[in-house]
């Protein structure tokens, strides 16, 4: 099935500047790659999501890209916020189940004021 | 519109109790599912459902029971607690690919 590896798995960073976080996926079948924010003690909300015909996407100051060849798609937060703080997990589908989300484990950011 | 709406928030039981964690949705989505949250390990997917009268297996099932009679219900039921289910516990629905969550339920299995 398929296996969805994240790194890091912390991050800290000072306001203002990047962050990406990295996340490798094994089923070559795989269409759909979605990023979930999870605040402290919040549900996972879908913050953006590529599917396999687009190398990038971007909304505002994220953006995710995706090398279908090497199988690992990215993160990038860009002017990062103290309210950028959170945990982020990166998911991918397995091989005819578009829904049964597979989820990385998860990169806890600290962005320092 | 509620959304994806769980209960109960919290939970203690004891090893070997039974109990059913409710979730609901307003959405008409046909797609639902339950994950389990634990430390380091991300989201593992229970069971699932692509819609009334039919569930599936996740990753991790054993020790989970679910049904879906209706579109909008999908409760997970825990046979006889152990230790090990301790865990936040996410319903999600689906619609085209796009996960909405519940608040999630903490259970504590003693």
């Known amino acids: 099935g398929e296996n969805v590896e994240q790194h890091p798995s912390t991050l800290s960073v000072q306001e203002g500047d990047s962050a990406v976080i990295k996340c490798t996926y094994s089923d070559s079948a795989s269409n759909y790659f979605p990023w979930y924010k999870q605040e402290l003690g919040k549900r996972p909300q879908l913050i953006i999501d590529?599917?396999?015909?687009?190398g990038e996407k971007k909304d505002q100051r994220i953006a995710v890209t995706l090398n279908k060849t090497a199988k690992h798609f990215s993160l990038h937060i860009t002017e990062t916020q103290p309210e950028d703080s959170a945990v982020y997990f990166c998911a991918a589908p397995p091989r005819g189940g578009s829904e049964k989300l597979v989820f990385g484990k998860g990169t806890k950011l600290t962005v320092n004021p | 519109n509620a959304g994806v709406t769980q209960t109960p928030k919290f939970q203690v039981l004891k090893t070997g109790q039974s109990m059913t964690l409710q979730c609901a949705q307003d959405?008409?989505?046909?797609?639902m599912s339950w994950y389990r949250q634990d430390p380091g390990m991300g989201l593992r997917l229970i069971h699932y459902s692509v819609g009334a009268g039919i569930t599936d297996q996740g990753e991790v099932p054993n020790g989970y029971n679910v049904s879906r009679s209706t579109t909008e219900d999908f409760p997970l039921r825990l046979l006889s607690a152990a230790p090990s289910q301790t865990s936040v516990y996410f319903c999600?629905?689906?619609?085209?690919?796009?996960?909405?969550f519940g608040s999630g339920t903490q259970l504590s299995v003693l």
């Open positions: 959405m008409n989505h046909e797609y």
């Open positions: 590529i599917r396999s015909n687009v």
């Open positions: 999600a629905s689906s619609n085209n690919e796009k996960l909405f």
